[in-house]
């Protein structure tokens, strides 16, 4: 079992940045991909990013690619998403999630991830 927990959340105004973290412990940290994905209130939870097991892929939803950063530091089983030029709209709830198995080109899916984190609150006044 993995567990993960986020940090990093906050108040911030539009324009301004934050950096998300994503602590795993337990089992091993999964050599497979991990992911962040936003859940605003009265939406459906959507993907914002994912990394590969090594850092060497990374993928973004179009409405964060330029402005969000995804990374990974394996030796302290940590993610991160730097995240800068903030908007109202990037206001939501953020999780992060490990997939215990290869997801293929299925990164985006929420389904393609067994771990999750109990959500850090992102709210960008304007």
């Known amino acids: 079992q993995v567990q993960l927990v986020e940090s990093g959340g906050g108040l911030v105004q539009a324009g301004g940045s934050l950096r998300l973290s994503c602590a795993a412990s337990g089992r091993i940290f999964s050599r497979e991909a991990m992911a962040w994905f936003r859940q605003a209130p009265g939406k459906e939870r959507e993907f914002v990013a994912a990394?590969?097991?090594?850092?060497?892929?990374?993928y973004y939803a179009d409405s964060v690619k330029g402005r969000f950063t995804i990374s990974r530091d394996n030796a302290k089983n940590t993610m991160y998403l730097e995240m800068n030029s903030l908007n109202p709209e990037d206001t939501a709830v953020y999780y992060c999630?490990?997939?215990?198995?290869?997801?293929?080109?299925?990164?985006?899916?929420?389904?393609?991830?067994?771990?999750w984190g109990q959500g850090t609150q992102v709210t960008v006044s304007s």
């Open positions: 990394i590969s097991w090594r850092g060497g892929n990374t």
């Open positions: 999630a490990s997939a215990a198995y290869y997801t293929g080109s299925n990164y985006y899916l929420s389904g393609s991830y067994n771990y």
